[in-house]
């Protein structure tokens, strides 16, 4: 351990993106961190893997680039040079049986303007879309959910072939559940000043344009990109941050699962991890909400009871490798599927088309994944390896043309993989982050709070992080020293 990190003893539980990215904050701020994760290896739902060679993500694969935070983690722990926007962004919708281009000028599948849906919905879908501007605003209230809300204003249809597809991506969850509050809030901000939602679409969208080229794509030649992704991986950037880390003094444990924590003193704590009883000055929770929960209940037992509330989705991601000879055309970085429709899989990324990385890693290969399982299909994700190969290739042919076979599957299952986000649930966080902050030296971050996404999670950490060593100053004015 480094000589100079004498400050606070800060210990993460979990060493996910979000426990990675809190114990680096933490670390260049002189703070002694030890990380906790339960697992042999580092990252979460990021994971790097290979598929007949050619390396691939098996896990999340591109960083939103509008937010700064995962963008600059990626600097910071030296990955700038190897972060990359996508080759293609143009996706299709695979909707009654055709690959219908994804409509452009849409926030989270709402469009501003019923005619960029043409194609995509029935003719009566188009026209229901118009009477938004005819109908009294819709009362909101603090949080509405974003399909029932949707569809209030401009029909099922645009739900149903857009924005649950949409949602489904991000979520793998329910758009007549999920929160419109947590999940669009601009979109929700926006309906809440404007008559009609058509307004608000596009007063959303005026503001994006206002906003100028992203930070990191100015910066980097990468085009202001709203998505970038990582040579290698996004499924990289784990080791990269725990390298960071450790070279700032802070230690790694894996296979260390938090079994307890025990307040010792007004503000100390002990952190139980098997036969391991560590000291600790703070600590920041970094698990998904079920093992938060139980690390809390004897301190905080109503937050606690609200975590153990939170439902996660789980899927299943099926990685196809095949020989490039053998593919048809495909347009673009792949399709959505609207779950109204019945099919299997309910998207699919064809990874050689969409990065770089990838095909230069197989030339001679074509990688593609498909992923399956909404909130409440576990079944789906439970069927056997064989099972879910089988159905991802025959939606594949139904959407596409492509009979080939694979040379290569994989499937990785993510039990437990997205937290949802119902109707009130920053109300919950709220409540949550309310009766922790009254437990000194304790924080909580990661995907269950702020946003799944990694940069959302980031956020929270550095939240976290943030909150301890500006605690940890005030108590020690000497304490802890920017490096
Ligand atoms: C298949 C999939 C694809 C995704 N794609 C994208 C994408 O492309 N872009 C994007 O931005 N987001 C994506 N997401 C979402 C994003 O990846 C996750 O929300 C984010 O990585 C969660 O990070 P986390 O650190 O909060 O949680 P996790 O990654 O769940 O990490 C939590 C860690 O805590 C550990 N842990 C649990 N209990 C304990 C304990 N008691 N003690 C110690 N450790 C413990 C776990 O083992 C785990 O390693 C995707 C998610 C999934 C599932």
Redesign the pocket.
């Known amino acids: 351990m480094n000589a100079d990190t004498t400050g606070p003893h800060v210990v993460v ?8 990215a809190a114990a680096h904050r933490l670390a260049l701020a002189g703070h002694r961190v030890t990380l ?4 042999p290896r ?5 994971l790097a893997g290979e598929i007949a060679g050619a390396p691939v993500d098996l ?6 680039a509008r937010r700064p935070e ?1 963008v600059a983690l990626a600097r910071a722990v030296g990955l700038g040079d190897r972060l990359q926007a996508p080759a293609t962004t143009t996706a299709s919708v695979w909707s009654r049986g055709e690959l219908v281009p994804m409509p452009k000028g849409h926030v989270m599948g709402v469009p501003g303007d019923a005619h960029a849906v043409e194609g995509l919905l029935s003719e009566e879908g188009v026209r229901r879309i118009a009477l938004d501007g005819e109908q009294p605003p819709t009362e909101i209230g603090e949080d509405i959910a974003i399909g029932a809300y949707v569809a209030d204003r401009m029909g099922h249809e645009v739900v149903d072939r857009l924005v649950e597809p949409l949602l489904g991506g991000v979520y793998a969850g329910d758009a007549y559940r999920i929160s419109m509050r947590a999940a669009v809030p601009a979109l929700f901000e926006a309906a809440r000043k404007h008559p009609t939602l058509t307004a608000a679409v596009r007063a959303v969208q005026q503001a994006g344009a206002a906003v100028p080229a992203d930070a990191a794509g100015a910066a980097t030649g990468l085009g202001g990109s709203v998505f970038l992704g990582v040579d290698g991986g ?1 499924g990289t950037l784990p080791a990269a941050v725990a390298d960071a880390i450790r070279a700032a003094g802070g230690e790694i444990l894996t296979d ?4 307890a924590l025990r307040r010792t003193g007004p503000t100390g704590w002990q952190v139980v ?1 098997g036969d391991r009883v560590l000291a600790a000055d703070a600590v920041v929770v ?3 909400a079920g ?1 938060a929960a ?2 809390l209940a004897a301190h905080a037992p109503a937050a606690a009871a609200e975590l153990d509330a939170v439902a996660y989705a789980s ?1 299943a ?1 099926v990685t196809l490798a095949f020989r490039r000879s053998d593919m048809p055309a495909l347009a673009g970085s792949g399709f959505l599927v609207p779950p109204v429709d019945g099919h299997t899989i309910k998207a699919s990324t064809f990874s050689s088309q969409k990065w770089r990385w990838v095909t230069d890693g197989a030339p001679d290969l074509f990688v593609l994944r498909t ?1 399956v399982g909404r909130h409440g299909e576990e079944d789906q994700v439970h069927r056997e390896d064989a099972d879910l190969v089988a159905a991802s290739l025959k939606d594949l042919a139904a959407a596409t043309g492509l009979t080939a076979r694979p040379v290569a599957t994989t499937v ?1 299952r ?1 039990l437990g ?2 937290p949802q986000y119902p109707v009130g649930h920053l109300a919950r966080v709220a409540r949550v982050r309310e009766a922790v902050a009254a437990l000194p030296g304790l924080r909580i ?4 709070y702020d946003g ?4 959302a ?1 980031i956020a929270s950490a550095h939240r976290a992080a943030d909150e301890i060593i500006a605690t940890s100053k005030r108590a020690d004015p000497g304490a802890g020293h920017s490096r």
């Open positions: 539980a979990g060493g996910g993106i979000t426990g990675l906790l994760e339960a697992g580092l990252g979460g739902k990021l896990g999340a694969e591109s960083l939103l995962a996004v260390a699962p938090v079994t991890s970094a698990t998904p093992p139980a690390l899927m991601l992923s990785t993510w993989g997205l971050a990661g995907a269950a799944v996404g990694v940069p999670c």
